[in-house]
């Protein structure tokens, strides 16, 4: 087995490397002048089994080609069977036509990863679990529940936790939590008037007196969250703290979410911690090392991967 990194979530890697035990391979990932991308392996992957690491987060569309051109570069080498690992698979929120003559680019990308060469796709909480249904080759779609369960037990009294869902498509991601530890569920009922802008409406649920954990995928710009923590602590709840998987964080969201009545957000590290991240006073990262480490491990060694959330 050989592991391959790009740019864009060295640390990651290197944790994934160290949980396997397996020395990332010798990758150089260089820019021309123009910004155009080389990659050279330099060291022999031929007849290997080998897994790509790579999140397509800011700057987007320069870290998916970083992906492309690496998966190109190990099927001219010769590796016996590429994986892509994509702990953040972005354009994912671009999985359906929501307005005429609008792109899915999520399906794009798709095409993209499997034309480039790879044999199979690892990633972790796709926006919609239906597009691992653009992919013609084998996807695994890991949920980050096992991380976020262990680390509620280890923070809360869980007689008093009720785990709320932001908006309704994220039900099944908040009562897959909510299961685990035997808590109820809320929803709140938004109504989402442009992209990037939300407006709370409704709270579905009982949560006065409770300490809130809303559970979704992805936080971007922040504003759904600090609603959500607003409505309901106005309905009673006695704290709001968020757990997302992916903190895409874009634009002035880090300082927004520290000027917010969250108590704390939870993120797991698919995206490399910014600076604002790892400094602000209510973010905290949890790692996802272990889970995708051992998810490559029982690929590699062709066992089963949905056994680890039974």
Avoid: W
């Avoid at 290197?14 to 060291?43: G, M, N, P, T």
């Avoid at 006073?281 to 590699?300: F, K, M, P, Q």
């Amino acid at each position: 087995m050989k592991i391959v990194a790009g740019n864009s979530n060295r640390s990651l890697a290197q944790q994934i490397s160290s949980y396997l035990d397996v020395e990332l391979a010798k990758c150089a990932v260089r820019r021309f002048a123009d910004q155009e991308i080389f990659v050279e392996i330099q060291e022999n992957v031929r007849g290997e089994d080998v897994f790509a690491i790579q999140s397509t987060s800011f700057p987007a569309n320069d870290n998916l080609m970083e992906l492309l051109i690496i998966i190109d570069a190990l099927r001219r080498a010769s590796a016996r069977r590429i994986t892509a690992v994509i702990p953040y698979y972005g354009y994912a929120r671009q999985d359906r036509k929501p307005a005429a003559r609008t792109p899915i680019s999520a399906k794009l990308v798709a095409n993209l990863i499997t034309e480039a060469g790879a044999d199979r796709v690892l990633t972790l909480d796709l926006h919609a679990g239906q597009i691992q249904g653009f992919f013609d080759i084998p996807t695994d779609n890991l949920y980050a529940a096992p991380v976020f369960t262990r680390d509620v037990k280890e923070h809360y009294e869980l007689g008093n936790v009720m785990v709320v869902s932001p908006d309704v498509g994220g039900v099944v991601r908040a009562r897959a939590i909510a299961k685990r530890i035997d808590a109820p569920l809320a929803i709140v009922d938004k109504r989402r008037e442009r992209p990037g802008e939300s407006e709370v409406m409704n709270i579905i649920g009982e949560v006065a007196g409770r300490d809130c954990l809303l559970v979704d995928d992805i936080v971007d710009s922040g504003g759904t969250l600090c609603n959500a923590a607003d409505a309901l602590l106005a309905k009673g709840a006695t704290s709001v703290t968020a757990y997302i998987t992916h903190g895409v964080l874009s634009g002035g969201a880090v300082a927004r979410i520290t000027a917010s009545r969250l108590k704390e957000l939870v993120i797991t590290d698919s995206i490399e911690p910014t600076a604002a991240v790892t400094s602000a006073h209510n973010v905290r990262v949890v790692s996802i090392a272990a889970l995708l480490g051992e998810a490559i491990s029982r690929t590699a060694l062709e066992k089963s991967v949905s056994s680890l959330f039974d």
